[in-house]
């Protein structure tokens, strides 16, 4: 059985990880006969916006404690992840990415990537093992990974930073799965493009089954 890391961002589109990427994500993997362990950072979260309104709060809230919603309470810390226990790593979407997991949200190509994410990412791409990213997520890729080739969708001022951070975007549409075969990179749109959740649905699907395919030919 494969065993898939999954790295959260806290718990809503505006200020976590995107529920539906994540959950849709986790059933894409269940469903192929994979398994998952769900990692997230214990940090504070740069901000909370009230979903309803979409506007800042005063609260303060914990991107390790939000995730754990996720998935039931199941989540482990990703200080300690190790990248020999896994055989692939995916990133969910959703402002969090942008904002907890690294500064895209608001230093651009600029950004600074969180070190436990960092640490994570680059384990996996030494052992050249599968690393999925879906929405914004590809950004922290495009920061970590030399010349790496990804899809952010059609947003040209997010594809633009892309390009300056040395990463190639390439243009997709729900159902596209962008693989970079020298860096085992998978990369799909998800909400980066107008979408329901059965598009959602699509991408997932689509990125873990590419992702596992690569696995069966290594």
Do not use: W
């Amino acid at each position: 059985m494969k065993k898939f890391a999954v790295i959260l961002a806290g718990n809503g589109v505006y200020d976590g990880s995107e529920i539906h990427e994540a959950v849709l994500t986790l059933l894409a993997i269940d469903k192929s006969g994979a398994s998952y362990k769900a990692f997230a950072p214990d940090i504070k979260q740069f901000l909370v916006i009230n979903h309803f309104v979409k506007r800042h709060t005063k609260e303060t809230r914990n991107v390790f404690v939000e995730s754990s919603r996720l998935v039931r309470g199941e989540l482990e810390l990703l200080s300690q992840f190790r990248a020999e226990d896994f055989d692939a790593l995916v990133l969910p979407g959703g402002y969090g990415v942008a904002k907890n997991l690294c500064t895209f949200g608001y230093d651009g190509a600029k950004m600074k990537v969180n070190a436990d994410v960092s640490n994570a990412v680059l384990a996996m791409h030494k052992l050249n093992k599968p690393i999925g990213a879906m929405c914004i997520a590809p950004v922290l890729l495009a920061k970590l990974i030399p010349n790496a080739t990804i899809t952010i969708g059609t947003d040209e001022e997010t594809e633009k930073a892309v390009q300056e951070m040395g990463a190639t975007n390439i243009r997709t549409q729900h159902g596209d799965v962008v693989v970079d075969k020298q860096n085992n990179l998978f990369t799909t749109p998800c909400y980066m493009l107008e979408a329901t959740i059965k598009d959602i649905a699509l991408d997932t699907e689509n990125l873990i089954r590419d992702m596992l395919l690569a696995m069966d030919t290594d």
